[in-house]
């Protein structure tokens, strides 16, 4: 499968399955409170636009170059799966590296379906070290946090991000992720940078609501979190 079908992490897949060191991640049933966020407004109930963050994870919790373990396992099935999540979305949120990656392997595409879906959406990068940005990108570089919450505030669809890297840091600790998609690979890796590594996750509790399973083993799991800081 050619390498444009696979969705890396933020950092090369800087991060970590487990919690990050001195932290506590809870993982329970039912549904979050983050999941369906919305503002009051004179004429009711106005639902805000959700950030979905979307990650590639092996069995023991890596998620680095998922290039060289991931594509074996992705099948038209998932492919297919993905495009439709994006049915949902009208903005993509990435990080410097994970943009960097993805402007180089997808940009120039064009007739497949679900990269012409990415390729034609807005995205804004955070990114301390870019001076600009092209792929119909829009730069963040000042509070990225008060910017991601302005996005969020404003009228759309959902906003969604690939991979769970060092941008995550700011996301989680201003509560500003509303879902996580982890997709389980079937197969142990056994090493290379894990999911939430280097994150502090203190105060972060994860709901699972439901899952998907595919014909290729890999399951992906949909967490709604409950930030409690």
Do not use: C
Not at 110 to 119: Q, R
């Amino acid at each position: 499968m050619p390498a444009d079908n696979w969705r890396p992490g933020d950092q090369a897949g800087s991060d970590s399955f487990a919690p990050g060191r001195g932290s506590v991640l809870a993982i329970t049933g039912g549904r979050g409170a983050a999941s369906d966020p919305v503002r009051r407004q004179q004429g009711g109930v106005i639902e805000l636009r959700k950030l979905v963050e979307a990650t590639l994870v092996s069995l023991d919790g890596v998620v680095g170059s998922p290039e060289e373990w991931a594509l074996p396992f992705w099948t038209e099935e998932n492919k297919t799966y993905s495009q439709a999540q994006l049915g949902d979305v009208d903005a993509f949120l990435l990080g410097r590296v994970t943009y960097e990656k993805f402007v180089a392997a997808w940009s120039q595409v064009s007739g497949d379906p679900y990269l012409d879906t990415i390729n034609a959406l807005p995205k804004f990068v955070a990114s301390a070290s870019l001076q600009e940005t092209t792929w119909n990108s829009t730069l963040i570089t000042g509070d990225v946090a008060a910017e991601v919450a302005r996005l969020k505030d404003q009228p759309g669809k959902t906003i969604m991000k690939y991979g769970t890297g060092q941008l995550d840091r700011t996301l989680i600790q201003h509560g500003l992720i509303d879902e996580f998609h982890l997709s389980i690979f079937p197969l142990v890796v056994g090493s290379g940078l894990r999911l939430f590594e280097g994150i502090d996750t203190t105060g972060l509790a994860l709901k699972l609501p439901g899952s998907t399973a595919f014909a290729n083993g890999i399951v992906q799991l949909t967490y709604f979190p409950e930030y409690s800081r």
